[in-house]
């Protein structure tokens, strides 16, 4: 079982505008032709800031003519945030805040022998691997620059990451995995 920061970025390392626009993303490929529907398969529980939440809540009917439904996830979700959130009908939410590890060893009881996955932003990601929890970093690594943003992974690595895989996607996306050191994880 790992817990992995899967997420599409521009090439300049943003995940999203500074107005949490992904309207650049979407004409650089399908997500169809991405290693996402092995990986989600393969997800028993899922993790992601406000900001991430409140994008699928205004987006809501965009996904739901993409995917079928409004909440597109059957897995057990986590939402980080300090203040109080609408709830999305039917999903299996949980919203928490504070310290990650508490919530990690929940989500990996949920997630029984499946992948825990981090969906953004970069510092949710970023307070995973500071607790050492974090293994592998997925990104679609797309063709086009933003210039600023909402940024991919704002920490410093240093022990360096292990390249695992790079697969060229078309002319939109590289697709690279990355292990993280077993130096740089499970810290105490
Ligand atoms: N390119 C992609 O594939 C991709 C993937 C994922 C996300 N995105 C997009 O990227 C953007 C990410 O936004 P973001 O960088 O602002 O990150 P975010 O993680 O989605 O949201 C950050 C917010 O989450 C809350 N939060 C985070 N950690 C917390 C903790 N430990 N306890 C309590 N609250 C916590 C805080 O807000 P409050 O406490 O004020 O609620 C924080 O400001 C969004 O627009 C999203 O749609 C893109």
Known sequence: MKTQYFTATSLDG?????????????PL????DTGYPEFISKVGALAMGSATY???????????EETGASWPYAQPTWV???????????ADLTFAQGDVRAVHAEMRSAAADKNIWIVGGGDLAGQFYDAGLLDELI??????????GKPLFPRFTPTPLSLLSARQIGTGFVELRYQIPARATKNP
């Open 14 to 26: 943003f995940i999203a505008t500074e107005d949490d626009s992904l309207e650049w993303l979407f």
């Open 29 to 32: 490929g399908d997500v169809n």
């Open 54 to 64: 409140e994008w699928m809540l205004r987006n809501s009917q965009k996904i739901a």
């Open 80 to 90: 980080f945030s300090s203040r109080v959130l609408p709830a999305v009908p039917g």
């Open 139 to 148: 990104l679609q690594v797309g063709s086009v620059t933003l210039g600023k």
